[in-house]
């Protein structure tokens, strides 16, 4: 298992040269560095005197390759340097949206996880029963409808007739919990309805089996059968498709986080696209392949961990 | 037994936090700020930099504003003319006019200049901050003046006026190049165009190689504040948005991005008193103040991206004003009418006007749409004659605007209100129209000559379901002319480099003011400022320019005046501008707001306002009074619909397929 982690860690420098590579040619094919310029400067049409500065300061001016080697040495590194924009440092930024991101994320995963859980074992318990038919068109329903309709409703629902609770802010802390119950709540209704239908599938594909078969043919009663035997083994795809989750746990939501006033990093590349920040689009775009990454070689190892029929070589 | 036991701590737990959570406040600010007169705000967008001498946003300029102040300032009860006068400066400025030379390589150019003379006010002090010894503000002088109009002229800095002053402050230039040389040691030279005085610390003056009264304008906005050199040398980049030093009303106590901003009372200003006068039509409630001593508060400024959130805050109570724009206009108009349940609870709405327009413009370089021919103004005027302003107005604004005649908006000297322009008379029957375009050789929008229908390529933005609306809205009336229109829609930064490369041939833009002036607005159209300056229909008139570079020298008055007039007919006849809207921006104000007045022109309208926090408080709590009936119904049909569900999983829980023999061992 050793040697095949770090074979995927070895793997995973070409990955991350080829992705910024790609982002550098697609950033660059589109704008010209005076048009970053442009768009970063602050001035309404600024002279080209200041735009000149402005793309040697940045470094801009430089041959492409010179300019990717210097990107990827930071990169690399993990030193994502100063924003073009704001000149702040991107690392700093990083790590004030980390935490409202992840707490936001994490919390409404969990909450969203073990309520989609919960449901799927209840319907493929009770497989075709009318309680089954009306989970699984709910499910439908709440994945059908876009998820501002809830966020909208919601804190319409919250905000103006039951007035409970927040409807948007941030506090860090224990307190500040009662910021995160809609947006939890907006991620739960939004959210479940795919992990009931998902779970459930696995759950009946497991009741299938032939060990299931020979448990009730031994009597067992049908809650064990269910609890000991069949949950155990649906709990193998569960993991793959949580840990690959991850890399978003910190990356951020950017619908909740905007609706909601939480400070993460959800909004934080979609911005520095528009505004032309390549300094932030190649970190984030870094960031987000590294951890990526790492949620892959995490699920395979969960794999081979949970199922002893698979070994990792 | 064992295992429903085990079910109630937990079921118990999730009661207790349900109930911990219906009875909590739904009130997102801190309970002890709620009573002490802090004042919530929000912005729409982060900040982006505070730096006085590069900031440029309106987002940053409510922020920058309040703790960077300027020489003068707007009085904020006047509004549409608007009005500067004194704000850390002790007089007004004093205009004295010089003759001098300019060294070229051509020899000597002789020019008549003007010198203004300023004097700060004796008691200004910086904030304490620890860029100070011992961490002291120290007094501000007319050398941070200087520090910071330097800065203005240092190509790092990226001052947003540069071409404003570059030509008209005498050795701008030549100190500029200075900074390639010296670096940063360039500050410690002097610099042509602006003079202190040792006998008068407080004393400085800005000598200019022509006449320039917009300089009151630049004088009143924060990139001439005083800079304190020592921040700008102790935080670097840091000095752009988490430290800012300044001698204003207010300091920045807390930046949380993408969260909120937080100011506090610079305890070393002793400045600011409510204006004494005003102008017509300001409420009596705005004047109850009038010629006091501001009483100072903490000002919280949220940031929330979505106006649906916003909307909600303010509507609860949480917000103690908001403004209307395009993303909102649609909601917060009909939610504030007379009659709708937010006027029944006090709160008002008012319209501020700020000097804007919108526009569509040609590009006279284009071999179809451009050019002087009278056949080609002929072409541009038909195509103007077939859009409708008010429905432009309704569809964008929501109707918070006027149909605009002219590039110089309301509230501005040169301002016309009786002129009619005769290409923006829209007639639904686009009889006048159909003639011109005709007579341009294109009868029903089919070339006479080649028989092909005329193509419009229409450039524009689309980031919103507006802008979206507003393309659609044109295509369909140019349409109507018989001329085939096709949108070229593209994100916001692919039209602007359009824009300035000058690859569009019919397009649609705004412009705000940077100050209230008809030069302003009036340079769109001169030759000098073609893409990728702010002339973008790169219209070129000698006749019209003669008269901007007279305009641009006069003094407000009649005879500046007259000279706008011969500037509109002119332009109005090439007709390289359509002119669409002259805009409102209205401000919401909850009824315990105190001093309500819009006057969207000044940036640091915080320093103004005040709430009365007892009403707040009272009012918040009869908003927001919790409902529990909906949340008992809503659990009674849960418990009630899981009733059958625990049926028949009692039923089939200990079901199995045959009793087990020796019961279960796996």
Redesign the interface.
Known sequence: MIRYIIRRLLYMIPTLIGVSLLTFLLFFGI??PE?VA??N??????????IT??IK?HGYDKPPVEQFKRHMDSLLRMNFG?SD????VIWD?IH??ALPSFELASLSFLVTLGFGLFLAV?AA??RG???DSVTMALAVVFMSIPIVVY??GL??L?????????????EPGIWGL??M?LPVLVGLVSGAGYYVRLYRTFLLDETGQDYVRT??????????VLF??VLKNAMIPVVTTTVSAIPTLILGNLVL?????I??LG?YLV?AI?A?DFAVVRAMVYLGTLLYIFGLILTDVLYAALDPRVRLQ | MNRTGSLRPRILFIVTLGLG??G?????NPPEWNEDGTWYGALAA?L??LDPN????ATDGVISDLIYPSYLHFNYLKAAPWSVEPNIGLTEPVRVPFKGVTHTDKGDIPFEGERWDFELRHDLMFQDDPCFPVGKGRPVTAKDMEYSFKRDDN??V??????NL?DKVLGWKEYRKGFEKNGNANYDQPFEGFKTYPENPYKFSILCNQKYPQLKYIMAMHFTTPVPREAVEKYG?GF???HPVGCGPYKLQEY????KIVLVPNENCTMATYPGTWGPGVPEEARQDAGKKLSRHRIVV?????P??SY??F??GYLDTTSVGTTNSHFMLPATKPGSDMTKRGITIQYGAYPSIDYCGFNMEDNVFGGYKLEKKQLRQAIALSIDSKAYIETVYHGMGNPSEFIIPPGLAGYDKGYQNPYRQYDPSLKKAKELLTEAGYPNGVSKKTGERLVLNFDTYVESPIDRARSRLMTKQISALGIQVVTRDT???TF??KT?HKKIQFFYWGWVA?YPDAENFCMLMFSQ?VS???NNTVYNNPAYDKLFLQMQAMDDGPQRNEIVKKMRDLSVEDCPIIYLSENQFPTVFQPWVKNKFANPILNDVLEYRAVDSKRRQALQNEW????YG??IATLVIVVVGAI??FQ??QR??????????GG???
Not at chain 1, 41 to 50: F, G, R
Not at chain 1, 215 to 224: F, I, L, P, S, T
Not at chain 1, 257 to 261: D, L, M, P, T, Y
């Open positions: 704008f010209s048009t442009r768009r400067l602050s001035a309404k049409t600024p002279t080209q005197e200041q500065t402005w300061e100063k924009k704001t000149k702040e930024r004030e949206g209840v318990y009770l029963s009318y309680i966020v909208v804190q319409f919250f905000g103006k007739i039951l007035k409970y609770g927040p409807i948007a802010g941030y009662r910021f119950v448990a009730r043919a031994k009597g067992v009663a049908e809650n064990a000991k035997h986080e905007s609706f909601f006033g400070p993460g909004s911005n528009s032309q | 959570l219906v909590c406040s739904n009130n997102p982060d982006t930099n590069v900031s440029y946003t190509p790092k990226e001052f947003p006026l540069e071409g570059s980049d752009k948005l988490f949380s991005p993408r969260d949220k940031i929330i991206v979505e649906v959130t909600s805050l509507n609860q994100t916001y930064p602007v480099d300035n940077d400022n990728p300056g702010p927001n009074a919790p409902s909906l949340l059958p569900a028949t999983v089939r829980r200990g079901r199995t397929v045959r009793k087990p023999a279960e061992k796996d």
